[in-house]
C-alpha cells in the first residue's frame, strides 16, 4: 500500500487486490465500473428519481483500530479530508493507534403527550407495568427479539410548561431499545406507535407524537490515542512545540463557540464521509453529535487533547453515534455494500467505535495543519486539481496546471487560468 495515493487508478485497484484488501471478484466489479447504483434500484429508493449524483470514494489508509488495520472507505468531495485522515492514521499508528469502547447501543423512542393530570402518579404506573410495555413493544416487531435485541427499559420524563414557548406541559415516556444490528428508526418507531393507546389507556393524556429520538445518548462511542511528540514535528517546529499549541487549540474550542463548531465540522468531515460510504444516515448521527457537544449548555469541541505524564499527546473524542450494519441504504445499494467488505464486514458496534476513530484522526490533523503550516498549504495543494478542472483542464492538463499552482504564490482560478493558457500555447507553438 506504499505511497497508494501516487498510483494510477489501474494500480490502485490491482495493489488493493494483491494485498487481499478486497476480493479477486470485487477487483472486477471495480475494473468494470459495475458497483455504482443501478438505475432500477435508484428509482425504487426515492420518488420522483431523474438520475443519479456521484461522488467520489476513496480509501484512507494507516489506520490501526483496536489493534487491527483498517482501510476506511469515505465518500467526500473535499479535497484533502483522505489526505488528512491518512497522515493522521499513519502518526498514530507510529504510538499506539487508536482504543475505541462503546458499551450499549440502544435507541431510544418517544411517546409524547400531554394533558397527563398527575404526571408523578403517572411515572409510578408505568414503572409498575413496565414489563407488560415491553412485551407489547416486542409484540410489535417480534423478529427484534430473533436477533437479540428488543425493548430493554422504560424511562418518564415531564417537559415544563414555558411561557416563552407557550408550551403545555409534556408527559414523556422513553421506550429504551436494542435494535441489534439495525439502527432502528423503522422499528423503534413501529414500536412506539403501538404501545402509544396502552398508555393513554394507563394514564390518561393526549397523544402529540410517537418517534424515535435521534439524540442518541444511549449508543455513546468513546476513541483515544497517545502520540509520541517526535512524531508530530514539522519542518519549521519541533514535535514537543507542536503538541502544546494542539492542547491549547483543543482548550479553545472548549470554550468558544465559534471555533468549537469548526472543529466539530472537522471531526463530521471524517465521519460523514464514511457514513456516506456506508450506507448510513448522516443527519441522524450530525444532529444527535451536535446536541452531544452543546449537552452542558454551551456548545463545546467533541474532542479533548492533552498530554499524559510521559508528554504524549493524549486525544480523546465521546460522541452518540446511531449507526446500522443491516437494512436502511446498505441493503440495496452496491457501493455501501462494497465499503463494508473493505472494512470487513463491522458490526454495528464495530462500525461505530470505526467512525469514532477516524473522527478523531480527522481533528488530530486539521489541529496540526492549523497550529503549524496554516490549513492553506495543505489544502490548497489538494484543491489544485479541481482549480485546474474550474478553469477548463482537460485530460493530462490537470495535472500539469495542479503542479504548476503549487508554486504559485496565488492559488486561485486567475492564476490557474494564466497556467492553462501557456501551457496550451506551449503545446500549440512546440
Ligand atoms: P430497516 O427497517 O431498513 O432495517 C431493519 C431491519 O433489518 C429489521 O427490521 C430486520 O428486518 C432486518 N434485520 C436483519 N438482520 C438484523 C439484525 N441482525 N438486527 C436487526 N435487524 C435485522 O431500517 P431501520 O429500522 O434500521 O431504520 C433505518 C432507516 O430508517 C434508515 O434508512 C434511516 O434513514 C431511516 N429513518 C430515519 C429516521 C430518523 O433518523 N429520524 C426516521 C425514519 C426513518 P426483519 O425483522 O424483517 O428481518
Same mark, same amino acid.
Given at each position: ?107 431510544i423512542g418517544q411517546i409524547v403527550l400531554k394533558n397527563v393530570d398527575?404526571p408523578?402518579?403517572a ?33 418518564t420524563r415531564v417537559i415544563a410548561a414555558d411561557?416563552?414557548y407557550h408550551n403545555p406541559e409534556f408527559f414523556v415516556l422513553h421506550l ?13 418507531n413501529?414500536?412506539t406507535e403501538?404501545i402509544s393507546a396502552?398508555i393513554i389507556?394507563?394514564i390518561g393524556g393526549e397523544s402529540l407524537m410517537n418517534i424515535l429520538s ?38 479553545? /474550542?472548549?470554550?468558544?463557540? $465559534? #471555533? %468549537?463548531? *469548526? =472543529?466539530?465540522?472537522?471531526?463530521? +468531515? @471524517? ?22 457537544? /452543546?449537552?452542558?449548555?454551551? $456548545? #463545546? %469541541?467533541? *474532542? =479533548?487533547?492533552?498530554?499524559?505524564? +510521559? @508528554? ?27 465499503? $463494508? #467488505? ?89
Amino acid at each position: 500500500m506504499k505511497k497508494f495515493y501516487k498510483k494510477s487508478h489501474a494500480e490502485k485497484i490491482k495493489t488493493l487486490k494483491a494485498t487481499k484488501a478486497i476480493s479477486n471478484e470485487d477487483y472486477h466489479l471495480l475494473k468494470n465500473d459495475q458497483l455504482n447504483l443501478p438505475t432500477e434500484l435508484a428509482d425504487r429508493m426515492i420518488e420522483n428519481y431523474i438520475l443519479n449524483y456521484d461522488l467520489p470514494l476513496g480509501l484512507a489508509m494507516n489506520f490501526i483500530i483496536d489493534e487491527e488495520k483498517t482501510l476506511i472507505p469515505m465518500v467526500t468531495e473535499e479535497p484533502s479530508v483522505i489526505a488528512a485522515a491518512s497522515n493522521a492514521g499513519k502518526i498514530v499508528a507510529q504510538s499506539t493507534g487508536f482504543h475505541t469502547e462503546m458499551d450499549e447501543r440502544l435507541v431510544i423512542g418517544q411517546i409524547v403527550l400531554k394533558n397527563v393530570d398527575h404526571p408523578d402518579q403517572a411515572a409510578l404506573k408505568l414503572k409498575e407495568k413496565s414489563e407488560k410495555i415491553l412485551e407489547l413493544a416486542n409484540a410489535a416487531h417480534p423478529s427484534i427479539l430473533n436477533y437479540g435485541g428488543g425493548a430493554k427499559r422504560i424511562e418518564t420524563r415531564v417537559i415544563a410548561a414555558d411561557p416563552i414557548y407557550h408550551n403545555p406541559e409534556f408527559f414523556v415516556l422513553h421506550l429504551i431499545v436494542d435494535t441489534s444490528e439495525a439502527m432502528g428508526a423503522n422499528i423503534v418507531n413501529t414500536m412506539t406507535e403501538a404501545i402509544s393507546a396502552y398508555i393513554i389507556n394507563l394514564i390518561g393524556g393526549e397523544s402529540l407524537m410517537n418517534i424515535l429520538s435521534n439524540y442518541a445518548t444511549e449508543s455513546v462511542v468513546k476513541a483515544a490515542c497517545l502520540i509520541n511528540p517526535k512524531d508530530l514535528s514539522t519542518e519549521t517546529m519541533d514535535g514537543e512545540k507542536v503538541r502544546d499549541r494542539i492542547i491549547e487549540a483543543s482548550q479553545y /474550542a472548549k470554550v468558544d463557540p $465559534y #471555533r %468549537a463548531v *469548526t =472543529n466539530n465540522k472537522g471531526i463530521m +468531515n @471524517g465521519i460523514d464521509a464514511l457514513l456516506v460510504a456506508t450506507g448510513n444516515d448522516s443527519r441522524a448521527v450530525e444532529a444527535g453529535a451536535h446536541a452531544y457537544a /452543546a449537552r452542558d449548555g454551551q $456548545y #463545546r %469541541a467533541l *474532542t =479533548n487533547w492533552s498530554k499524559d505524564k +510521559n @508528554g504524549y499527546l493524549k486525544g480523546k473524542i465521546e460522541l452518540p453515534i446511531s449507526i446500522g450494519s443491516v437494512g436502511g441504504t446498505l441493503s440495496v445499494h452496491p457501493t455501501a455494500q462494497f465499503s $463494508y #467488505r473493505i472494512l470487513k464486514q463491522p458490526s454495528a458496534n464495530e462500525l461505530s467505535r470505526i467512525l469514532a476513530a477516524v473522527g478523531l484522526a480527522q481533528n488530530l490533523a486539521a489541529l496540526k495543519a492549523i497550529v503549524t503550516d496554516g490549513i492553506q498549504k495543505g489544502h490548497m495543494n489538494l484543491q489544485a486539481r479541481a482549480l485546474a478542472i474550474r478553469v477548463g483542464a482537460e485530460a493530462q492538463n490537470i495535472d500539469r496546471v495542479a503542479e504548476k499552482l503549487q508554486d504559485a504564490e496565488y492559488k486561485n482560478s486567475e492564476t490557474a487560468k494564466k497556467i492553462l493558457f501557456e501551457i496550451l500555447k506551449e503545446d500549440q507553438d512546440g
